[in-house]
């Protein structure tokens, strides 16, 4: 696998971690409208707190600490730069010529 490769596979898995959270999000709406059961609204809501916690987990794929290092609820989705290394999120190395 090449550093390239590694760093898509990387952005990938964020925007899998972030869909999964806004499903988790979607699924609490959906259980508030259409099935009120508590057993059901609590599980999905640790649903969604296991999701955040994967998201928050995510590691930079250039220096490999948090990409987040702090929880900072308030500004949860803008962040696009690793608070690290400051690698920008989406960023893919140029492959080296051959
Ligand atoms: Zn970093």
């Not at 959906?30 to 995510?58: E, H, I, Q, T």
């Not at 930079?60 to 803008?78: A, E, I």
Request: some cysteine; charged content about 25%.
């Amino acid at each position: 696998m090449t550093e390239t490769d590694r760093y898509k596979q990387a952005w990938q898995d964020r925007r899998s971690r972030v869909f999964s959270v806004l499903a988790m999000i979607v699924i609490i709406f959906a259980c508030l409208k259409m099935w009120p059961n508590d057993l059901l609204l609590a599980g999905s809501v640790l649903g969604l707190l296991l999701a955040g916690w994967r998201l928050y987990d995510f590691r930079c794929p250039r220096c490999g600490d948090r990409f987040r290092s702090t929880l900072d609820w308030l500004n949860f989705w803008s962040h696009r730069h690793c608070q690290n290394c400051n690698l920008e999120k989406d960023t893919v190395p140029k492959e080296p010529r051959q």
